[in-house]
Nanobody, 121 residues
Framework: QVQLVESGGGLVQAGGSLRLSCAAS????????MNWFRQAPGKEREFVSA????????YYSDSVKGRFTISRDNAKNTVYLQMNSLKPEDTAVYYC??????????????WGQGTQVTVSS
């Protein structure tokens, strides 16, 4: 069992930056692929980024590639999402999720409660 708690969301102006954190409990954290998803009002949840358990492979949706960076610290049981050059269309609730594969292929097993990111124009 893995429990995930996101933090770091907030209100930021367009062009600004935020760093989301996802703290995990459970000794098996380091074996999971960690994903970030987001869901904007009235839209379906979408994949944002993922990182393999080794941290050596990262994946991004086209909409955030070049602006967001995912990383993980297995010693701290934490995964991060550094978000730069934020746009109003990045406004959403961001969810951390742990699973056995990339979130756009394999449904994650565990989800956090989400953290709100609002980007003003």
């Amino acid at each position: 069992q893995v429990q995930l708690v996101e933090s770091g969301g907030g209100l930021v102006q367009a062009g600004g930056s935020l760093r989301l954190s996802c703290a995990a409990s459970g000794r098996t954290f380091s074996t999971y692929t960690m994903n970030w998803f987001r869901q904007a009002p009235g839209k379906e949840r979408e994949f944002v980024s993922a990182i393999r358990w080794t941290g050596s492979s990262t994946y991004y949706s086209d909409s955030v590639k070049g602006r967001f960076t995912i990383s993980r610290d297995n010693a701290k049981n934490t995964v991060y999402l550094q978000m730069n050059s934020l746009k109003p269309e990045d406004t959403a609730v961001y969810y951390c999720a742990a699973g056995d594969g990339l979130g756009y292929n394999v449904a994650p097993r565990y989800w956090g409660q989400g953290t709100q990111v609002t980007v003003s124009s």
